[in-house]
């Protein structure tokens, strides 16, 4: 039993990674490349303004962190 969960399992994985790469392909087809070069653009931003964010409220905690000796 354990060992025909194990194959379905493996078979519906393999299917979700191929249904990922035709759903990729598929938007690739249907866009044009300037438009996937500013959204990797867009994203980057995203993830530098959220590390902004957690840089700065590191920070903040980093002298309360020192005052407090555990």
Do not use: C, N
């Not at 990674?17 to 980057?44: C, D, I, N, V």
Request: charged share 35%; hydrophobic share 45%.
């Amino acid at each position: 039993m354990a060992e025909a969960r194990k194959r379905w399992q493996e078979e519906a994985r393999s299917h979700a990674r191929a249904a990922t790469r035709e759903f990729r392909e598929a938007m690739k087809a249907m866009f044009p490349e300037g438009f996937w070069r500013h959204l990797r653009a867009a994203r980057r931003e995203a993830l530098l303004s959220l590390r902004a964010v957690l840089d700065g409220l590191l920070e903040e905690e980093a002298p309360s962190a020192q005052k407090d000796p555990a």
